[in-house]
């Protein structure tokens, strides 16, 4: 009989368990021809980073080449006949209507793709589709939802493509992909305002549902039977790069501890904000952490009589949703944990259009003093 209750209750850990599935890259923050930083990049390593926060056991599946020098808490597979994927994001000093600094991404280097066989034969809980350089295949999408309870994909993995000669990012209509067919088959694909012009939601949200984000308007969750806007948190962006990626971090995070999709994509927003704040990969105060873990332990204690069951989403807000986005917020402007540590300054004249937060983290840019890539960064124009 003991034997029987350890077994499962190792059982029900195993299946708590996080599968992430996408490439870590090596970012390039360049603007005015000049590179401002260097970080470690992907959605995986964002949407790592929140669920570690948020102590919520992962299990990763990565690939890089062996020049490859980031520490990281999940080690990818090295493939010594690639280099690890590279993307250069270009900066422009315009700002645009949606109130962002516009961008031009290229990947200018790719690695190996992930296959099925890559994937663990242990089975997960949640499954994450989240590659950025074109490494999800088809295949390796349909082996992760014969092997997780539940699969999120964002579609920046299905519909991204890439310019032969430069790199240069570019978006299909995900009707023309071979993943269009797998979608019923998903639980929920996150989109930014930007992507989510590449597909039909209103046929989409039948099969599955859709969280389209749209940076400090914070985002829109879409079902078969409704919609609802979800409420954003201030921030001052000083890097948009890898904000999405936080935001679903945080969105499964919340799934993961038992939270209605609304209160769910509270906390995405809430980590979506958080990143957009610093340069490159965030660091997050431990003490702004352990708050947001309180209020998100007590916000499913209050809603424990309408907790969802396996597999099964509540739409609705739950009773107290605003109070719970208040909650966050406070938490957001949790004092540091060391003062000494904090190297920001307010700045003097903020812009009329936005409100200064108390800065939680140590804002230090993630950039690197030595570059861990060693190919000459092209400019805009395409030369050294």
């Known amino acids: 009989m003991v034997t029987t209750a350890a077994a499962a209750h190792k059982t029900r850990q195993q299946q708590n368990r996080v599968l992430i599935v996408g490439n870590y890259c090596h970012d390039v923050l360049i603007q005015n021809d000049t590179v401002k930083a260097e970080s470690l990049g992907g959605a995986a390593s964002f949407i790592s980073n929140v669920l570690n926060g948020m102590s ?15 520490p990281v808490n999940y080690s990818p597979v090295v ?30 280097c790719a690695c190996d793709s992930i296959r099925p066989s890559d994937l663990p034969d242990t089975r997960s809980n949640f499954g994450m589709a989240v590659g950025v350089g074109g490494e999800i295949l088809p295949a390796t999408l349909e082996r992760m939802i014969e092997s997780c309870d539940a699969v999120f994909v964002d579609i920046q993995a299905l519909i991204r493509i890439f310019d032969s000669v430069d790199g240069t990012v570019k978006l299909v209509k995900l009707e023309e992909t071979g993943f269009y067919s797998l979608l019923p088959r998903i639980v929920v694909l996150k989109a930014s305002s930007e992507e989510a012009a590449f597909m039909d939601v209103e046929e989409v949200r039948k099969w599955c549902c859709v969280v389209v984000t749209n940076g400090k308007d914070g985002c829109k969750v879409y079902w078969k039977d409704g919609e ?38 509270l906390l995405g927003n809430l980590f979506g904000s958080l990143t ?54 406070a938490a957001k402007i949790t004092p540091p944990c060391s003062i000494q540590d904090r190297q920001w300054n307010p700045p003097s004249s903020p812009k009329k259009t936005e409100q ?29």
Do not use: W
Not at 282 to 296: G, H, N, T, W
């Open 276 to 329: 957009v704040e610093q340069i490159g990969l965030p660091k997050f105060d431990s003490r702004l952490l352990q708050r947001v873990k309180d209020e998100v332990q007590r916000r499913k204690m209050q809603c424990l009589r309408c907790e969802r069951s396996d597999n099964e989403l509540k739409f609705l807000k739950p009773v107290g949703h605003e109070q719970f986005h208040a909650s966050l917020g």
């Open 56 to 70: 919520i056991s992962c299990n990763l599946v990565s690939k890089v080449g062996e020049d490859f020098k980031y």
């Open 79 to 108: 493939i010594p006949t690639s280099k690890t994927t590279v993307f250069h994001a270009y900066f422009d000093l315009g700002i645009h209507g949606n109130g962002h600094q516009d961008r031009v991404l290229r990947r200018v």
């Open 356 to 384: 200064i937060a108390i800065p939680h983290y140590t804002a230090q840019a993630k950039s690197l003093v030595n570059s861990v890539y060693e190919e000459p960064i092209q400019t805009v124009e395409g030369k050294p």
């Open 228 to 265: 609802l806007g979800i409420s954003p948190f201030l921030a001052n962006q000083e890097d948009p790069t890898g904000a999405g990626d936080s935001f679903l971090g945080g969105f499964a995070a919340g799934l993961v501890q038992g939270l209605a999709v609304p209160d769910a994509a």
